[in-house]
């Protein structure tokens, strides 16, 4: 009887490290890609240098700022509800992407084009 308590705990375990294994791959995916897309952020919104790493600054200020709620929403939520939450928010961040990139001014997508078709 005891060994198929300690083989479910086992396998709870397994899968539990697994989802958490998951979970900061993911996160750490997306803080990662936005090094790797600095470059053509800087391209395509014709931000100077400093400009463009602002952007990653802000998004490694995420931390800081957001630390101490986080914290509270863990305590009042729990583990699992708090995970939930932060890929909610992860991905209408994501979905929000899109559109944002479509609200540019319309001049300023044509400027864009033209400078990457005739500029090289």
């Keep these: 009887m005891k060994n198929k308590q300690s083989s479910r705990n ?3 375990l397994f899968i539990s490290l697994l989802i958490v294994g998951i979970l900061f791959f993911v996160i750490g995916f997306g803080v990662g890609i936005s090094g790797f897309l600095t470059p053509f ?8 240098v400093t400009e463009s790493y602002l952007v990653t600054a802000v998004i490694f200020s995420a931390f ?3 630390g101490a709620p986080a ?23 994501m979905i929000l ?7 540019l001014n319309p001049i300023i997508k044509k400027c864009n084009i033209q400078r990457h078709l005739f500029c090289g």
Excluded: C, H, W
């Design 71 to 93: 914290g509270r929403i863990i305590k009042k939520v729990g583990y699992k509800m708090s995970m939930l939450i932060a890929f909610f928010i992860m991905a209408l961040g």
């Design 64 to 66: 800081v700022v957001f």
């Design 10 to 12: 086992g396998n709870t």
């Design 41 to 48: 952020l800087r391209d395509a919104l014709n931000l100077s």
């Design 97 to 103: 992407l899109e559109p944002s990139g479509n609200m």
